[in-house]
């Protein structure tokens, strides 16, 4: 019954803009953390940002900073990322996951991935 559901991927320019959403059910995603994890072909997934559920801190990599934010609607109960100024390079599968912090290797849940492609 516990599910996280990825979804806004899709085509964009390269300098684009995407919202991707992380939509909860059968638990309350607002006392988790929120992770966002993302895979190119041939690539290791790898983590982006995370958004701690206890003290509100964010943590991007510096790939990322500056350039994609994780935002929460409780009334909701999804989490999104904000992705700006796109690159090439930000193309791969997007996933999100729960955790109880920021700062373990073992998430509680998982989204499916939605396709994120940045290309003219």
């Known amino acids: 019954q516990l599910q996280l559901v990825d979804s806004g991927g899709g085509l964009v320019q390269p300098g684009g803009s995407l919202r991707l959403s992380c939509a909860a059910s059968?638990?309350?995603?607002?006392?988790?953390?929120i992770a966002w994890f993302r895979q190119a072909p041939g690539k290791e997934r790898e983590g982006i940002i995370c958004?701690?559920?206890?003290?509100?801190?964010?943590w991007p990599k510096d790939s990322v900073k500056g350039r994609f934010a994780i935002s929460r609607d409780n009334a909701k109960n999804t989490a999104y990322l904000q992705m700006e100024s796109l690159k090439p390079e930000d193309t791969a599968v997007y996933y999100c996951?729960?955790?109880?912090?920021?700062?373990?290797?073992?998430?509680?849940?998982w989204g499916q991935g939605t396709q994120v492609t940045v290309s003219s």
């Open positions: 996951a729960a955790a109880h912090t920021c700062h373990t290797q073992i998430m509680e849940k």
């Open positions: 059968g638990f309350n995603l607002e006392i988790y953390s």
């Open positions: 958004l701690d559920g206890s003290d509100g801190r964010t």
